[in-house]
């Protein structure tokens, strides 16, 4: 079975470094026998061979280190090239030790370039550096953001696995006179929900598709009016404001899905959520609040904390926060008498176009 092209580029971007590494060696083997027809020292003193010897070595090692940098073409580039001139300066100055090494080319000499070798491979390592840095942020980000993910899904799965199985349980409940074959459907589907019950550790991988402000809440209103009957959503926009910053897209639909559902079960009779989205800078605001009652004063001052809730597991609004944040945006709760009940205020990123 032949290898995949992304595999096979692999190899020959890995055997061009080594042929590169080879090359250099061969160079500086060849170097090294024209200093030999130099005249030979009468005084030779092996501290100094001792000494430099493993320097020379190392450079060695360094450069055949440096063919594993495959991420940053530039960062390579620099780095061979200050470490190759460093290489060659310490060849002649080992060679040094044995003969009397001048060139007719110029008053310098290749170990008088050691200063500038180094500072090529420092800027190397910099911008290698910088890069690693980016990649190790992006990839926090992208773990910190399925971490997330994960327990949304626990949290939300787990509750609406919980209303299932009090259905199923009621159904059985309700009329004794079902046939056998309805039985035990009702207990297969019991059985199939404590079964995912316990496999709720599903881990999900973020989505990077971006998304539109105004469609997405247009999709979110229409399903939410699916999903909890009887509840009326109005959306007040314009047309267009922007497109949701990828890190956000995704996670930013259970932020506005929970505020919905926490609408819809403490409201009341008659459900009303109303949404107002507006722009400011380079961030969407959204106003979201309801024809409910007010929150109790004692859980304004710790609304976001983990485990203040009516009810539940207490993850709602500390998840809504911390996704927010974890997007480079805000929610904050609000006291205005212009607002009816549970008023919410979020500003959400938007890519800059």
């Known amino acids: 079975m032949g290898l995949d092209p992304e595999r096979r580029g692999s190899l020959i971007a890995l055997r061009i470094r080594f042929a590169l590494i080879l090359f250099i060696l061969c160079a500086g083997f060849l170097l090294a026998v024209w200093y030999t027809t130099f005249p030979l020292k009468s005084n030779i003193e092996p501290f100094e061979l001792v000494r430099k010897l493993p320097v020379l070595i190392l450079a060695i090692f360094i450069l055949i280190a440096v063919q594993l940098v495959t991420d940053d073409f530039l960062g390579y580039c620099l780095m061979m090239t200050g470490l190759t001139i460093f290489f060659l300066a310490q060849l002649e100055n080992f060679m040094d030790e044995f003969y009397r090494i001048t060139y007719f080319f110029s008053p310098l000499d290749i170990e008088d370039f050691t200063t500038v070798g180094l500072l090529l491979a420092g800027l190397g390592i ?27 899904l626990r949290h939300d799965i787990s509750n609406d696995l919980q209303a299932l199985m009090g259905y199923l349980d009621s159904i059985q409940l309700l009329d004794a006179s079902f046939s056998n074959e309805a039985v035990e459907l009702l207990e297969s589907a019991s ?33 939410a009016k699916k999903t909890h009957l009887g509840i009326e959503i109005q959306l007040e926009a314009p047309a267009t404001i922007g497109i949701i910053n990828k890190s956000g897209s995704t996670l930013f639909r259970y932020v506005v899905e929970n505020l919905i559902r926490n609408s819809y079960e403490y409201c009341g009779e008659n459900p009303t959520v109303f949404i107002r989205v507006s722009r400011i800078d380079t961030a969407a605001e959204l106003m979201i609040w309801d024809n409910g009652p007010d929150l109790p004063e004692a859980v304004k001052s710790q609304l976001f904390k983990r485990g203040i809730t009516s009810s539940g597991s207490g993850l709602g609004l500390y998840l809504v926060k911390t996704i927010c944040e974890a997007c480079g945006g805000s929610i904050e709760y609000l006291e205005d008498e212009k607002y009816s009940g549970a008023t919410f205020r979020i500003l959400i990123p938007l890519k800059i176009t």
């Open 126 to 152: 910099y911008q290698w550096s910088r890069l690693l840095i980016r990649t190790t942020r992006e990839m926090s980000q992208q773990q910190k953001e399925t971490d997330l993910f994960s327990t949304i």
């Open 191 to 223: 059985e199939a929900g404590r079964r995912m019950s316990r496999l709720v550790k599903v881990f999900s991988t973020i989505e990077s598709d971006e998304k539109r402000v105004i469609p997405l809440l247009e999709e979110i209103i229409e399903q």
